[in-house]
């Protein structure tokens, strides 16, 4: 019966890494041809949909690490998850002066390709118990170079939208109200761009950390 729930696990997980793989190869292809035949300024129009759905679906890996479907801790998935989801829903489709930014580019391109290695790499070892050595080699190396332009891009396109949320007050709560309560998501954004200066520092760390870990027991192995 433990053979049974593995197998079916295993193979949930190779269809939830494929299916959000081809989710963001969809994102980076879109990207890449709005670049070439039209100009940054088209980027986000082409990948809104696909964009949306692959990084949404990245809820699901907090699932996974609640009910212990993965070991990857909650602690290092959820922040990460939450800020692109933030950039995702509560930055770039909330306020549209954000879309034509060039950082929209490098943001999308950074996350895809991340994602491209991330997923395919989880994908076979789910269907196949291991994946090649390139493709580990790519997973664990190629955040040094995207990490940094994806955050720098977020960062970029939380700052550009800051006067865009102080002057419309979108998703703030005046008072007074029925509820007696009062909220502002400028001041909940700056905050956010705050916690960019010891977080991100902190992930890279981390993810150097889990790097050194992969790598050495791939010689081992």
């Known amino acids: 019966m433990a053979g049974v729930g593995s197998a079916v696990r295993r193979l949930y997980l190779a269809v939830y890494n494929w299916v959000v793989f081809c989710g963001w190869a969809q994102v980076l292809y879109y990207a890449v041809l709005a670049l070439r035949e039209t100009g940054h300024e088209a980027v986000y129009a082409?990948?809104?949909?696909?964009?949306q759905f692959a990084q949404t679906a990245a809820i699901m890996e907090i699932l996974h690490g609640l009910v212990g479907l993965v070991r990857s801790p909650v602690s290092a998935t959820l922040p990460q998850i939450g800020s692109r989801l933030f950039l995702t829903w509560g930055v770039l489709w909330s306020f549209?002066?954000?879309?034509?930014?060039?950082?929209?580019?490098?943001?999308?391109?950074?996350?895809?390709?991340?994602?491209?290695?991330?997923?395919?790499?989880f994908g076979m070892k789910e269907a196949f118990g291991s994946a090649p050595s390139w493709l580990l080699w790519l997973r664990y190396s190629t955040f040094m170079l995207l990490y940094p332009t994806g955050i720098s891009s977020e960062v970029g396109l939380i700052y550009t939208a800051l006067p865009y949320m102080k002057a419309s007050e979108k998703y703030c709560f005046r008072m007074p109200n029925t509820w007696n309560f009062s909220y502002d998501y400028y001041y909940t954004s700056v905050l956010a761009?705050?916690?960019?200066?010891?977080?991100?520092?902190?992930?890279?760390?981390?993810?150097?950390s889990q790097r050194r870990k992969a790598l050495s027991k791939a010689k081992t192995a």
Do not use: C, D
């Not at 034509?100 to 997923?119: A, D, F």
């Not at 761009?193 to 150097?208: A, E």
């Open 96 to 121: 549209p002066e954000t879309q034509s930014n060039i950082l929209v580019t490098s943001l999308v391109i950074s996350w895809s390709i991340t994602e491209i290695i991330r997923y395919s790499f």
């Open 193 to 208: 761009l705050l916690i960019y200066i010891p977080g991100s520092p902190h992930m890279y760390k981390y993810m150097l």
């Open 46 to 51: 082409a990948v809104e949909r696909p964009l």
